[in-house]
Each structure stands twice: as structure tokens, then as C-alpha cells.
DNA sequence: TATTGTTATACTCTATAACTATA
DNA sequence: TATAGTTATAGAGTATAACAATA
């Protein structure tokens, strides 16, 4: 049977979610994709791009391009670091900040509406069971 | 934090499981996704293109390329309906049959290993959480 | 008119290889 | 030589629009 297979029930979860997700974040003019990269570089040290895609799980060119899209919406500036000046130093702008706050607010109420078949202990649980598949 | 965030563990968990599934489908000449069809086909009823196309959630257009490659590699025949001439039903060949049987075993065989973390009620509990999220 | 399969086309996500500027 | 970022390019996977054959 199709649907007792992870790999289909983890895709099409996973296309459910981002759309639901997606369709809050679109007032904000972000995908949930942009969210994540702004979570990350968001910390309290700025990171260079690759620090940035290590910590997404993607390819530096694939980064690039990540960050071109947020500079282009002018939630992020590039900077070249003093002590290394072959690295670009992500900051997020003040709208950057403000999109990362409120895109965190809508994005996590609509992933808790996504899961309103679950109460909140069932989603710790599935929360914690991918969590442990993923650390091998 | 980012792990916490139930898109980034679904994508990367999918990720993984995609790459260890497909080593040991390799072999065969097939992909996860290939087998997935093959799955669907494999019913005791032939389909018609469309309604394997729903079943796996994917576009007319895009099972008309998934049946390409199938009916390339001489896993699947089409043969047009007799009572609706618009229609391919879509039939396994013999050799289709066999990579089906042996890619399932294989296939069930990875994804216990993949959740080598888990033990059988967490694996039973982790598709059953899964299953109720993806039927709202 | 409507539907099945098809083609052409395009868009997203991803990665590889080659380039540049720095180290 | 080696590394950070970039560019060009290509490969999956997906979808929309238009078409042919059939209903």
C-alpha cells in the first residue's frame, strides 16, 4: 500500500505544509524557504554565506542565489568581512529583523493550524521521532 | 531554533531516505519514485493513466513521462482501453512484476535500516501521526 | 463540448565546473 | 595552492496551455 511508505507520506505532508505555510508568509512577501534562510542568519553573529549554507543543508552556489533574493527585497546586506575579506558577512536589515519576527509569528500558528489533527503532545512526539531519524 | 521547525526536519528526513532507498534500488535500474508507480500499476486492476496519476498525486503531464521511462525500460506496456479509446491502461510486463516484487523487498528493507533508531511501535506511531496530519 | 493523452514550454530547486579575488 | 563567492550550465521535478483523437 502507497500511503504506509515514508517517502510518500513525508512528500506530500511536506507539499501540504508549504502550502499552507506558504500562503501566510505571502502578505509578508516571503517564501518559507526565505523564512528559514532569515532564521539562520538571523542569530546573534552575522555568518558568511557558507557558515549560512551549512546550517540550511544547501550547496554554496545554491546560497547565492538565496541571498540575492533576500538583498533584492532589502532584508539583508551583503558585507565584506575585515578579517577575511574574501567572505561576505550577512546582516539583516531593520525590515529584515521585523520580517524575521513577524514571519516566525504567522508561520509558527499556521504549522500549528497544519497540525490541529494532533494535540500538542502527539506533536512533540512526531516532532522528536524525525529529530532522532535525522541524527542517524 | 531550526530543527525545531517541522518543513526543515520533513525535507531533510526526505532527503536521506530518498538517497538510501535509491542505492539499493540502483542495482535494479529503477528509482524510489519509479518503483512508486510501478506500485500503483501493480494493482490487481490495469489503470488508466489519470487515475494512476491521482493515486500518486502527480499531473497528467508528468505520468505521461514517467510512463516513457517505465515503457523504456520494458516495465510497463500501454494498451489503449477497448471501452474508451482516449485511455491507456497501463499493464506491468512480466519483467515489470519482478522488479516490483524485488524492488519492495529491498526498498522495505532500507527504510527499516533508515529507522534503525526506531523501534517498531515508534516507526508504527511515527506513519500513523504522519497519516492523520495528511488527512487533515 | 468534454476528456485522455501528448507536446512544448517554463519555472523551481539543486548541483557541477570553471572563473575571480583574496588568502 | 586553497578558499569564498560567483557565473554559466544542466538536470530533476513540476505545472500550464494548446493540440489530436475520441467520447
Redesign the interface.
Known sequence: M?????????????????EQ?GAVLAPLDVT?REL?VL??LGGPEALAQQQAAA???VDRTTMVDLVDALQGKQLVERRPDPADRRRNLVHLTERGRQVLVEGSRVHARA?RE??A??DED?IR???S????????
Open positions: 502507497l500511503h504506509d511508505r515514508l517517502g510518500y507520506l513525508l512528500k506530500h505532508v511536506q507539499l501540504s505544509l508549504t505555510t518559507g528559514a532564521t539562520v546550517k540550511l543543508g504549522e497544519f497540525l489533527a494532533l502527539e512526539q512526531l516532532k521521532l524525525l529529530q532522532r531519524v535525522l541524527k542517524e
